[in-house]
């Protein structure tokens, strides 16, 4: 049963420290999602990577957060330095996208998610 | 740009009653559209989806949605609820092939005995 995996589950860090959050995309799939999940804001997307490639991180506030995939197995989030603001739950999605004249599939798989608190 | 609205916030029903929550979307061309579920401190997992086949469209557990482009929405059913259900649906429309994937604000189902 192929799934989405994040590590890790939980992180507990004082403001200011680094935090990253990972991600394995379910193998053969070539787009991630990261989204973070708020009382307040609920689902907002705030990177998409498709084919490793950096298509959308509008979302994301660039001075403390970067995403990235270095290679096709593993998506990184990085927050650098924390806030308290940054309490959230982090979910990470993959799917499969062929833009051709082939099968549409658009669905997205997400994992269960880090939950953050940033004290 | 397309855009989605769950009508209510919060749905309460009965165990053994029939479920509704209401989902009606904007968007310029054919979306595909998305029900998925989250139960407490889970990710979320997908219900069903919509992507211009059959109007009608049968999920996991029990669920179905139907497509009415004349009136915009993809309201989700299910016969009878189940306390298992009781958990939070967030409608989903997605264009360019999964790129804009745009969410409602979800809707909380409680079930109660």
């Known amino acids: 049963d192929a799934r989405v995996t994040q590590t890790p589950r939980h992180k507990v860090t004082e403001m200011g420290q680094e935090v990253t959050m990972r991600c394995q995309p379910i193998l053969g799939h070539n787009t991630v999602f990261w989204y973070r999940q708020t009382m307040m804001q609920g689902l907002e997307l705030l990177a998409y990577f498709r084919n490793r490639a950096p298509l959308d991180d509008s979302g994301m506030p660039k001075d403390r957060f970067s995403a990235e995939m270095p290679d096709a197995t593993l998506a990184t989030l990085k927050i650098q330095p924390s806030e308290p603001r940054d309490s959230a739950v982090y979910f990470c999605a993959s799917g499969l996208v062929n833009g051709g004249t082939g099968f549409r599939t658009d669905t997205q798989y997400f994992g269960p998610g880090t939950r953050l608190t940033v004290l | 740009a397309q855009s989605v609205t769950q009508l209510d916030s919060h749905v309460s029903v009965s165990e053994g009653t029939p479920v509704l929550l209401r989902c009606n979307y904007s968007?310029?061309?054919?979306?595909?559209l998305f029900w998925y579920v989250q139960h407490p401190n889970k990710g979320l997992q997908l219900l069903l989806k919509y992507t211009s086949a059959a109007t009608l469209v049968k999920g996991i557990n029990g669920f179905e949605a139907e497509f009415k482009k004349s009136e915009t929405s993809f309201h989700l059913t299910k016969p009878s609820a189940h306390m298992s259900d009781a958990a939070e649906y967030f409608c989903v429309v997605s264009l360019n092939y999964g790129q804009n994937f745009v969410f409602g604000p979800g809707t909380r189902l409680s079930v109660l005995p």
């Open positions: 968007s310029s061309y054919s979306p595909s």
